[in-house]
């Protein structure tokens, strides 16, 4: 999809972040951009920012882990436009360090729900009036941690590995229509999903952690997957991070574990 003149886009987690940074460029690029967040205040400081640039935008209040709202906000959608060129999703949500023992299952549950089926639902959602397009696509956002496991990231390794799968499959089973499916692997992108995650322990010093492992800004991410949906990507790794871990742990997956238990070691003795 190389233009995107009067394309419409649907953005999931447009309040802040990349979903943010994805919005404002793409609006700049001409697309129409739909922007769904739940955060209210985030959701408006977005469109205000889409619409000091020129650009065409609507907003809706959307929990992505929650089911009837997801449907009710496609159907809104499509009752209102008709149909969309451009999904992408994009919304996910983060948990604090703690063991498998440690996660309350509700938490689990949630986790998975805004991550894994919230893609599911809005790609269920939109597929029939997205295959009947001209050409379209379909972005879901999955991480590095869907590339390797992590201790005591249970949860969220296991929500994007499966976002990992249900995109390669789905691209396969798209393959003789006019829908380019593409995966993101984001490395560590200054966003807001530390911030706003669940925490079991001293949230502040998780926060500090994150911004350390910050290599690439939401808008130089939002350029790389834009870039990746005009070339029609299979999968893309944002940020130089993502590129090297791609590469050990397909070369090297007993260094890659190792290196992975020796930091963790390592931060465990600089709390102690």
């Known amino acids: ?61 959307v929990d992505v882990g929650n089911k009837d709202q997801v449907y009710a906000f496609a159907k809104q959608v499509l009752d209102e436009y008709s149909y969309i060129d451009v999904l992408i999703n994009n919304a996910g949500m983060a948990i604090g360090e703690a063991t498998l023992n440690e996660i309350p299952l509700e938490d689990f549950e949630r986790l998975m729900n805004v991550n894994l089926w919230g893609v599911i639902h809005h790609t269920k959602a939109f597929l029939d009036v997205l295959i009947s397009r001209p050409e379209a696509a379909i972005v879901n956002t999955s991480s590095v941690f869907g590339l390797m496991g992590i201790p005591t990231q249970i949860p969220y390794c296991v929500s994007k590995y499966a976002v990992r799968g249900f995109t390669e499959s789905l691209r396969l089973e798209l393959s003789a229509t006019k829908v380019a ?78 290196y992975i238990l020796r930091k963790k070691r390592e931060m465990e003795l600089s709390r102690n």
């Open 1 to 61: 999809m190389r233009d995107f003149q009067n394309k419409i886009a649907v953005i999931t987690g447009a309040g802040s972040g990349m979903g943010r940074a994805l919005a404002v460029q793409l609006s700049g690029a001409g697309a129409k951009v739909l922007l769904s967040d739940k955060n209210t205040t985030g959701l408006e400081e977005t469109r205000k920012l889409v619409e000091a640039g020129k650009g065409t935008c609507k907003t809706y209040i």
């Open 181 to 258: 499916v593409t995966c993101v692997h984001p490395g560590g992108i200054d966003t807001d999903i530390a911030k706003n995650g669940i925490h079991y322990k001293d949230k502040e010093q998780a926060v500090e952690h994150f911004k350390k492992m910050v290599i690439t800004s939401s808008d130089k991410a939002a350029r790389i997957i834009i870039k990746a949906i005009r070339r029609k990507s299979k999968r893309v790794m944002v940020g130089p991070d993502a590129k090297l871990i791609r590469l050990f742990t397909q070369a090297a997956p007993n260094l890659i574990d190792g």
